[in-house]
């Protein structure tokens, strides 16, 4: 962070995560102003966010908002007055912002696409475990860059994987704002196509589907784009849904 510059925190063009909304305040504090873009398909609790902020106190022209896609991400990473840039996303999307924001002489951190694995021993707490394991894994439908989508089950912890999957099948799935939602639709058309589409190539590359989310029926919500907590077991690294995120209910 340069004093007194100007910092731009991105999310990628068609791809929701979570924002580098962390960034801005320590931004601030450092002395600088600081542009924020949200993803373009998930504005609002950034938007509600920054409004709240400027409640609070902080003066207009400090902390700014850009909406839109690639063409704003362009710009942002050629603006002269922008001295550096944080990213959340995909892979393809964060080495695209790299590239073009560093070959203008910006400091760039990106942080992209990630398998994010727990180790569980066998002398866990069993019951908080599993719970803990269905939310890490389920949670937000797995749209979000902390999501657990790799569990690996040390020892006599490995049989617990028929309680884990009873456990996921008990998971409501529904609009976001019905009562009792524990999994909400993705994010677009896109996002569920391409999760159907690395669950089949989990069973193509002979991973074991121990539960399978894809097309579930959602009463009231026929169309939406829901897929449903899916598991798979005796999954190995050389596997696609091993080595990319999947940003889905996947575990």
């Not at 305040?25 to 709240?52: H, W, Y």
């Not at 009562?179 to 569920?192: F, N, R, V, W």
């Amino acid at each position: 962070i340069q004093p007194l510059g100007v910092c731009a925190g991105i999310t990628p063009f068609n791809f929701p995560a979570m924002i580098p909304l962390w960034m801005f305040p320590m931004a601030i504090a450092c002395g600088n102003t600081f542009v924020l873009k949200p993803s373009e398909q998930d504005p609002m609790v950034t938007t509600r966010l920054v409004e709240l902020a400027l409640q609070a106190g902080i003066p207009a022209g400090v902390l700014n908002m850009l909406h839109g896609g690639e063409q704003v991400v362009n710009a942002l990473c050629d603006h002269p007055q922008i001295k550096a840039v944080s990213f959340v996303g995909s892979t393809r999307v964060g080495t695209h912002v790299y590239n073009r924001a560093s070959q203008n002489g910006k400091r760039v951190q990106c942080m992209m696409g990630a398998k994010n694995h727990a180790i569980v021993m066998p002398d866990a707490h069993k019951a908080q475990t599993l719970n803990q394991l269905i939310g890490a894994a389920f949670g937000a439908a797995g749209q979000r860059c902390m999501a657990l989508s790799v569990v690996v089950l040390v020892g006599d912890a490995q049989h617990w994987l028929e309680e884990l999957t009873e456990k996921a099948k008990l998971l409501r799935l529904s609009a976001g704002h019905e009562a009792g939602t524990d999994i909400g639709p993705l994010i677009s058309c896109q996002a569920k196509a391409k999760v159907e589409a690395m669950i089949a190539d989990g069973v193509t590359d002979g991973a074991r589907l121990v539960l399978d989310g894809r097309q579930p029926h959602v009463a009231g919500y026929e169309q939406g784009n829901f897929v449903g907590s899916t598991i798979f077991a005796e999954v190995t690294p050389n596997m696609r849904i091993y080595q990319q995120e999947v940003f889905g209910p996947v575990l």
